[in-house]
Every structure is written in structure tokens, then in C-alpha cells.
């Protein structure tokens, strides 16, 4: 439990840092913004599919 515990931290910690870096997350191509009148939806699939694809390539990198 610890050791998933810190990877989890680990993970969280580096995307801080991607996004501190500049990296456009969460407002790549792909991710849908509606606007109706004084309301918005924010839809964020791309980013949801590349941060999926990370930490599945992370966990089974840890798990060899």
C-alpha cells in the first residue's frame, strides 16, 4: 500500500511539473469547451486518454 502510495505521489508530482513547464494540459486538441450563453462545458477527452496512457505505461513499468 505505501509503495503505491508514493507512485501515485510521484505521478501527480511530475505532471505538476509538466504543466508548471508550460505544456498546454488540459487544453489540447481534441478537448471540447461549449459555451452557451453564461454557462460552459468542459469536456476533456485527449487529455484524459494521454494522462490514461502514461500512467498504464507507468504501472506496468513498476509491475516488472
Given at each position: 500500500?505505501?509503495r503505491t ?18 505544456v498546454p ?19 476533456p477527452i ?19
Amino acid at each position: 500500500m505505501g509503495r503505491t502510495l508514493v507512485v501515485i505521489g510521484l505521478i501527480v508530482a511530475g505532471a505538476g511539473l509538466v504543466v508548471m513547464a508550460g505544456v498546454p494540459l488540459g487544453r489540447l486538441p481534441g478537448d471540447l469547451v461549449i459555451r452557451r450563453g453564461s454557462s460552459t462545458i468542459y469536456l476533456p477527452i485527449v487529455t484524459c486518454l494521454l494522462i490514461s496512457v502514461v500512467v498504464s505505461l507507468v504501472l506496468s513499468f513498476l509491475r516488472r
